[in-house]
């Protein structure tokens, strides 16, 4: 591992374990076992340890989910259930992206590098859906990944922020609708 390479995952460490107001350059520089001036080196401030971090988050989450994507289409469009929807590196990722989002109502560098990354994720998933449906509309697919996004970041939420398991009435909830937008997707 490269340093750059270090000092992100050290970022990402102490992110996840202090959260993004907690996290300081001393922090991650303790954490990746470099001098802070070696920190500096790399990156100019916090904000673009940030958005190295969340540009290596969103390539990890795609090849994850394309993974997933490729997945589900040799299996023949089995429908899986809710708890396949998200695998538990992309679970980690997306609540590390939710962690950072709390910055971004603050901070409006932070807010770009957010909104950049939800369109690289939205347009990575809508050539996805159409790869399997090519006359699906990218309207209706981002429609559609609006309604999930934010059913699957409410169980994160629940799940890792607040550490209360989902009720199962949920899971048979999100199951139907997981299967209604699938099901429909040709549609």
Not at 13 to 42: E, P, W
């Amino acid at each position: 591992m490269n340093r750059s390479d270090q000092i992100l995952d050290a970022a990402e460490q102490c992110m996840r374990q202090k959260g993004f107001h907690q996290t300081t350059i001393q922090n991650i520089a303790s954490q990746a076992d470099v001098s802070i001036g070696l920190i500096y080196k790399y990156y100019k401030n916090k904000e673009a340890i940030i958005e190295a971090l969340v540009k290596n988050v969103v390539q990890r989450m795609i090849a994850l989910l394309n993974a997933d994507f490729a997945k589900i289409a040799h299996a023949g469009g089995i429908i899986h259930s809710a708890q396949d929807i998200v695998p538990p590196d992309v679970e980690k990722s997306i609540v590390l992206l939710i962690e950072i989002s709390s910055e971004a109502t603050r901070n409006e560098r932070i807010q770009q590098i957010m909104h950049d990354a939800w369109q690289t994720l939205k347009n990575n998933f809508i050539l996805q859906q159409q790869g399997f449906n090519p006359a699906l509309e990218a309207n209706v697919i981002q429609t559609r990944l609006y309604v999930m996004s934010l059913v699957i970041d409410g169980m994160i939420i629940r799940r890792c922020m607040k550490q209360r398991d989902v009720p199962i009435s949920f899971m048979s909830f999100f199951d139907t609708v997981t299967h209604d937008v699938n099901l429909h997707a040709t549609t």
